[in-house]
């Protein structure tokens, strides 16, 4: 997983979990506690009530994307722009401020006079984002979308016949089109991946935004940090049965859930609950883990064929090497060199895969059975091995 320096900034598996508080500057919003069109107290509502609850990232909107809406031009927003430049200007906190815009004109004129990255609600439809983006040497937020300016989010509207293959678009399926879309005009080195959970078309259901959710340590694969903004969604409220004003507990629930899959940002209107909801979320990301005379036996977080050969890519290792096993992944990190040789020689015998990832450090890969057989083998032979074979028989359980 590739980290992103957002403007000192680190985003990624390494760091804490980053919240990106909203402000609007679009008299559209639906959601008019975060609507201000004086400067002042725009900056006022900033510090205390993003910067100061916790918000790392301020995400500034210079128009609603919500679908109701027309779409302003890029001269229309660079008029509404001098509202978010003056207050970023006034606000005395410190954070990472970033412009939401899908156009590469606006966000040259934004980052040239005081943002610090971009997001980018239409995932590079305009094709000079990725070029501006990486001129000024910017994070940017790519969320999923087809090729349309005009359509943000409404991935389903891309033709994938076209686009991909007519095999590939008869048997895709929405995670699929989505996992696609952020592919689509490539990725920068600093660009962070957003799922596109919300309503954007008709066509799009509460069940593809669950099931996006489900699936959502599958875009890791894509070896950039993650952002997700489902603060209030319906997706969430129609399970609990909730309006949008009561609908923060299902909000903070998914947000632990979705930092234990994955998510490295969470971009809310609900800053200071939802940083302390992604806290407990990081704090219990699965990673199974014993040390023990000097070795240290990981299980890595794997629920999918996708983010299993992504972990395996990782460590610079081919996929080929899993071959139809169900993904299993343990990293044993202080191998002396003559311990690795048994290893190694122990795990061939029982078909599982095995290689160096860094000196001392190696990844073993194969199904339960395999590396149960593997752990019962390294028992019953005498020497260091056979404490490793008992403590990779813990890890199993």
């Given at each position: 997983?590739?980290?992103?320096?957002?403007?000192?900034?680190?985003?990624?598996?390494?760091?804490?979990?980053?919240?990106?508080?909203?402000?609007?500057?679009?008299e559209?919003?639906?959601?008019?506690?975060?609507?201000?069109?004086?400067?002042?107290?725009a900056a006022?509502?900033?510090?205390?009530?993003?910067i100061?609850?916790?918000?790392d990232?301020?995400?500034?909107?210079?128009?609603?994307?919500?679908?109701?809406?027309?779409?302003?031009?890029?001269?229309?927003?660079?008029?509404?722009?001098?509202?978010?430049?003056?207050?970023?200007?006034?606000?005395?906190?410190?954070?990472?401020?970033?412009?939401?815009?899908?156009?590469?004109?606006?966000?040259?004129?934004?980052?040239?006079?005081?943002?610090?990255?971009?997001?980018?609600?239409?995932?590079?439809?305009?094709?000079?984002?990725?070029?501006?983006?990486?001129?000024?040497?910017?994070?940017?937020a790519?969320?999923?979308?087809?090729?349309?300016?005009?359509?943000?989010?409404?991935v389903?509207?891309t033709?994938?016949?076209?686009r991909?293959?007519?095999?590939?678009?008869?048997?895709?399926?929405?995670v699929?089109?989505?996992?696609?879309?952020?592919?689509?005009n490539?990725?920068t080195?600093?660009?962070?991946?957003?799922?596109?959970f919300?309503?954007?078309?008709?066509?799009?259901?509460?069940?593809?935004?669950r099931?996006?959710?489900r699936?959502?340590?599958?875009?890791?694969?894509?070896?950039?940090?993650?952002l997700?903004s489902?603060?209030?969604?319906?997706?969430?409220?129609?399970?609990?049965?909730?309006e949008?004003e009561?609908?923060?507990?299902?909000?903070?629930?998914?947000?632990?859930?979705?930092?234990?899959?994955?998510?490295?940002?969470?971009?809310?209107?609900?800053?200071?609950?939802?940083?302390?909801?992604?806290?407990?979320?990081?704090?219990?990301?699965?990673?199974?883990?014993?040390?023990?005379?000097?070795?240290?036996?990981?299980?890595?977080?794997?629920?999918?064929?996708?983010?299993f050969?992504t972990q395996?890519r990782?460590r610079g290792?081919?996929?080929?090497?899993?071959?139809?096993?169900?993904?299993?992944?343990?990293?044993?990190?202080?191998?002396?060199p003559?311990?690795?040789?048994?290893?190694?020689?122990?795990?061939?015998?029982?078909g599982?895969?095995?290689?160096?990832?860094?000196?001392?450090?190696?990844?073993?890969?194969?199904?339960?059975?395999?590396?149960?057989?593997?752990?019962?083998?390294?028992?019953?032979?005498n020497?260091?091995l056979?404490?490793?074979g008992?403590e990779?028989?813990?890890?199993?359980?």
């Amino acid at each position: 997983m590739n980290s992103v320096d957002a403007a000192g900034l680190g985003i990624g598996d390494d760091y804490p979990p980053r919240i990106m508080g909203v402000l609007n500057v679009s008299e559209e919003s639906p959601y008019d506690p975060s609507v201000f069109d004086d400067p002042g107290e725009a900056a006022r509502y900033v510090d205390e009530e993003l910067i100061g609850e916790g918000a790392d990232i301020v995400d500034i909107g210079l128009e609603s994307a919500n679908k109701r809406f027309d779409v302003l031009s890029a001269d229309e927003e660079l008029e509404r722009l001098h509202v978010a430049l003056d207050t970023i200007e006034s606000v005395s906190g410190d954070a990472i401020f970033s412009i939401e815009t899908r156009y590469a004109e606006v966000a040259d004129e934004a980052l040239s006079q005081g943002f610090d990255m971009v997001n980018d609600i239409c995932g590079f439809a305009d094709p000079e984002m990725p070029r501006v983006c990486e001129e000024h040497d910017v994070a940017v937020a790519k969320m999923a979308s087809p090729p349309n300016l005009e359509r943000p989010g409404a991935v389903e509207e891309t033709d994938w016949a076209v686009r991909k293959s007519p095999d590939w678009a008869e048997t895709a399926d929405y995670v699929d089109q989505v996992y696609e879309a952020l592919k689509q005009n490539g990725l920068t080195d600093k660009t962070i991946v957003d799922p596109a959970f919300g309503g954007w078309s008709e066509a799009q259901t509460l069940e593809d935004d669950r099931e996006t959710f489900r699936r959502l340590r599958e875009f890791r694969a894509l070896g950039r940090p993650m952002l997700v903004s489902i603060n209030r969604k319906n997706f969430l409220g129609e399970i609990a049965d909730r309006e949008t004003e009561e609908r923060l507990p299902v909000s903070l629930a998914a947000t632990s859930m979705a930092v234990e899959r994955g998510a490295h940002v969470i971009r809310t209107h609900d800053v200071a609950e939802t940083r302390d909801a992604a806290l407990i979320g990081k704090a219990f990301t699965e990673r199974a883990s014993v040390t023990a005379d000097g070795l240290t036996i990981s299980q890595l977080d794997v629920h999918s064929t996708r983010e299993f050969r992504t972990q395996l890519r990782e460590r610079g290792i081919d996929p080929a090497i899993a071959g139809d096993w169900q993904p299993h992944l343990l990293e044993i990190d202080g191998l002396a060199p003559d311990a690795s040789d048994r290893l190694t020689t122990v795990a061939l015998e029982h078909g599982a895969g095995i290689r160096r990832v860094t000196d001392g450090k190696w990844l073993l890969v194969g199904s339960t059975g395999t590396i149960s057989d593997v752990a019962t083998d390294l028992t019953a032979k005498n020497g260091r091995l056979s404490d490793f074979g008992r403590e990779l028989s813990r890890v199993l359980r």
